[in-house]
């Protein structure tokens, strides 16, 4: 790729304990563009340690704890020893190492790590300031313990791949450390740090909460706003391509209805089309829904994701295992905030309006390379002149492609939070299945941003092609001009037919670094 898309180095600090993180920080910690700092204020480490301080408390006076003195679950009748129950968290990080599946990313990984830490560090799930610093040791040297994606009906939280968490702290999980995998005790014992000792709750307080599911929601959230920047630019790129008409993107018109975010992706369109092209199409008065709807679709998605950042925030600075600790009336608050049912719904929402821009760019894929309806365009956006056109077949397969990925996307919107299953011995009787809505929506992600992706490209072509047709370059607002050229410099004019696997495989690179500009305007 061109120098032209630059690659972001930028070293921050999030600071944990000082105040309510927000998605920006996850995503900057999962791509180690933070480092993790624990907040210094005297208050916060007196909370902490007396969080700690009361279970243990409650321990040497034989007080009954769930998790500390009893079994786990439908286990809870059961009591435990006091000299049995320090291998009590040892034990529940074990019996729960029974995950499967591809491993999640490193940069999944690390969301997760910032996100348990950020729970434990609201100071109501009685774990000790060491264990805080544990984990933010394994984020600021990258021990990644190795996490299996499949495993969690997301309540009682994500217990089994929150384990590995637990596990690789005691040196019982395998982690990537310095790009290769090993057991935990040696990478801990690389960076000079000593195995750590979990003390009554803490296996709990890991694995008893919505980490896993909220990592991934602050992952998804955070590409599904960019996508949706970039879907409205690719759509203008359409626009210009097969000479559509501007004015289906007129102020006036969107300011008789009135959603926040339909009207902002139709003043990006304006912005980018300018007018000039109004007259241009006075025969023919109103495109086809993929161009003209665009702002009612892509805004669709623009609505939802200020909601949808709440409630993944809200999730990400709440206390949720079980049982919470209020250190200042030493009360025990036995209840069930490990229940993911709130990101489960923010990922049904989010993966099917993701699926709605897969749908729309395969249409206007469609659109662009059939000739009754790209208006004047070469069939499948072929470069190819003379007898050359013959052999030549431009994006034709490309446009296949997109609709496997399409439906495929669509295939995954079945909401997974209404597949509750029973489990545990009917103890968890309803669950969230958060974390499968979660995984699913980043699948969709992936396939969406696929579309996308080849649609630019193909949207690119349409406009070198509509350029060429009329022999003059098509009047544009900056911003797409600048975008168009960035295209330019990194890909070239499909004249004669070639692989192209290879440049799809980097743009979906460029894409997900987030490199290619959008828009700027209002945060949502």
């Not at 990644?144 to 019982?172: C, F, H, K, N, R």
């Not at 299953?421 to 809505?437: F, L, P, W, Y």
């Not at 979660?438 to 630019?456: F, G, P, Y």
Request: charged residues 20%; glycine residues 8%; hydrophobic residues 45%.
């Amino acid at each position: 790729m061109n120098s032209a898309i630059q690659e972001k180095h930028q070293t921050a600090t999030v600071v944990f304990g000082d105040g309510p993180l927000a998605i920006e920080d996850i995503v900057k910690l999962s791509k180690r563009e933070a480092n993790a700092e624990l907040s210094s204020d005297l208050h916060f480490m007196q909370r902490i340690n007396a969080g700690s301080a009361l279970i243990e408390r409650l321990l040497d006076d034989d007080g009954v704890v769930y998790g500390v003195t009893t079994g786990y679950g439908d286990s809870c009748t059961v009591s435990v020893s006091k000299a049995l129950a320090a291998e009590l968290p040892v034990h529940l990080t074990r019996f729960h190492g029974c995950g499967l599946g591809a491993m999640f990313s490193r940069e999944e990984t690390r969301a997760i790590l910032a996100v348990r830490l950020n729970s434990l560090t609201q100071g109501y799930s009685g774990v000790s300031f060491a264990l805080l610093e544990y984990l933010t040791a394994m984020l600021n040297y990258d021990i990644l313990p190795l996490i299996p994606q499949e495993g969690s009906v997301g309540a009682s939280g994500d217990l089994t791949p929150l384990s590995y968490v637990a596990g690789a702290l005691i040196g019982e999980r395998d982690v990537n450390f310095n790009g290769q995998s090993m057991p935990a005790t040696q990478a801990f014992a690389s960076i000079g740090l000593p195995l750590y000792t979990l003390r009554p709750k803490e296996a709990l307080a890991i694995m008893n909460g919505t980490a896993v599911m909220t990592a991934i929601a602050c992952l998804a959230w955070h590409r599904a706003a960019y996508l949706s920047q970039l879907s409205t630019r690719v759509t203008a790129m359409a626009c210009v391509g097969v000479a559509g008409n501007p004015y289906h993107f007129d102020e006036k018109l969107f300011a008789m209805k009135p959603h926040a975010g339909q009207q902002r992706v139709a003043g990006w369109l304006r912005e980018d089309l300018l007018d000039t092209a109004a007259e241009r199409n006075a025969d023919r008065l109103q495109d086809r829904y993929s161009l003209r709807c665009a702002p009612h679709i892509i805004g669709v998605l623009e609505d939802c994701l200020p909601f949808l950042r709440v409630t993944i925030e809200n999730e990400l600075n709440s206390a949720n295992d079980n049982p919470l600790v209020d250190p200042e009336s030493e009360r025990v608050l036995h209840g069930g905030h490990f229940y993911g049912g709130h990101i489960a719904m923010a990922m049904d929402t989010l993966k099917t309006q993701v699926a709605n821009l897969a749908d729309l760019h395969d249409r206007q894929m469609a659109l662009m390379l059939d000739v009754k309806t790209n208006n004047g365009l070469p069939a499948n956006l072929s470069a190819a002149t003379g007898a050359r056109g013959a052999i030549n077949h431009g994006f034709k397969a490309v446009q296949i492609g997109c609709s496997a990925w399409t439906a495929e996307a669509l295939k995954l919107t079945m909401p997974a939070s209404v597949f509750s299953r029973s489990t545990e011995c009917h103890n968890q009787d309803k669950v969230s299945m958060g974390t499968i809505a979660a995984r699913d929506a980043m699948r969709v992600l992936e396939l969406t941003e696929q579309v996308v992706v080849a649609s630019m490209l193909a949207a690119w072509q349409a406009v070198q092609l509509r350029q060429r047709a009329q022999g003059s370059v098509i009047a544009m607002g900056t911003s797409l001009l600048d975008f168009v050229g960035v295209v330019r410099q990194n890909f070239s004019l499909l004249t004669e037919d070639r692989a192209l696997e290879g440049e799809l495989r980097q743009w979906l690179v460029v894409v997900r670094n987030q490199d290619l500009p959008v828009y700027v305007g209002p945060s949502r």
